[in-house]
């Protein structure tokens, strides 16, 4: 259901996340087409919206001025500048929610004035697919209210767990950047599938499903991974033969230092 709120949601930005955030928004109709504008420096970003059938601001201070709740989806990289061009235009009494990874809550208000309210979100891309896991952490000043209004955009298109902002790196790390780790298995399962045997095809289907499979498993079991793992695994058949070579190979370690590099990275880009 479309929210009941008279805001105009603006978005600055709109490369992958902030265009899997808008358009899993639209599509469930909880945001209101003709409230929602996008500003981004890219003409093909800007054609992409209009094409979702949100409007586009001339500018991205033209966007600050008009949105009460103004999304923050560039890149982590681009966030100063982006900032600069922009302060001193936004709305009085706007909600700033940022989404890039490792922009603290202190740069934000640094740059756009310690009386602007900022909510820190770290979602993930499967938002797009009404699936998404984000971690999210309250600014000085936010209200409940607030709170409240961000953790239902983002539970409508997934899950929000209300974090503490030094958290917010190992969100990023975990549910941040999970989804890459899980397609990087998948690609190396159906490499695998193909060198023993099964065609392309059948194993990117297969390795696929298993996925989406499994994914949903977990989602819905009252049990927890480890106790589905072990459901999963009889003595001395396959299974097992295949998590004693990952055991084997470091697979707990590889992972453990894999999201230790992933919030490492976090860390300094903000």
């Not at 966007?63 to 922009?86: H, R, Y």
């Not at 997934?158 to 950047?177: C, H, N």
């Not at 996925?211 to 695994?233: F, N, P």
């Not at 058949?237 to 190979?249: C, S």
Request: proline content about 4%; glycine content about 10%; some cysteine.
């Amino acid at each position: 259901m479309i929210m009941d709120t008279d805001k105009v949601l603006g978005f600055l930005g709109f490369g992958n996340m902030g265009s899997a955030i808008l358009e899993g928004l639209v599509e469930l109709r909880v945001w209101p087409h003709d409230d929602a504008l996008v500003y981004d420096p890219s003409d093909d970003a800007q054609a992409a919206a209009a094409r979702l059938g949100v409007r586009t601001a001339a500018t991205a201070r033209e966007l600050a001025a008009e949105s009460d709740v103004l999304m923050l989806a560039v890149k982590p990289q681009m966030m100063g500048p982006a900032l600069d061009d922009i302060a001193g235009w936004v709305k009085p009494g706007a909600l700033v929610v940022s989404v890039a990874a490792g922009v603290s809550i202190a740069l934000i208000q640094t740059k756009l004035g310690n009386a602007v309210r900022v909510v820190r979100v770290m979602p993930n891309t499967p938002c797009l697919a009404h699936a998404g896991a984000a971690g999210m952490a309250l600014g000085p000043g936010c209200t409940e209210d607030d709170g409240a209004l961000v953790g239902r955009l983002f539970n409508t298109i997934g899950i929000a767990e209300r974090v503490s902002e030094r958290e917010m790196d190992a969100v990023t790390a975990v549910s941040g950047s999970g989804p890459a780790y899980f397609f990087y298995m998948t690609e190396c399962l159906v490499k695998a599938g193909i060198a023993e045997g099964l065609s392309e095809d059948v194993a990117s289907r297969l390795a696929a499903q298993t996925l989406y499979g499994a994914g949903r498993l977990l989602h819905s079991s009252e049990d927890d991974a480890a106790t589905l793992r072990k459901k999963v695994t009889s003595p001395g058949g396959t299974t097992e033969a295949a998590l004693k070579q990952f055991a084997a190979d470091g697979f707990e370690d590889t992972v453990a230092r894999a999201v230790h590099a992933a919030a490492e990275r976090s860390r300094q880009l903000g």
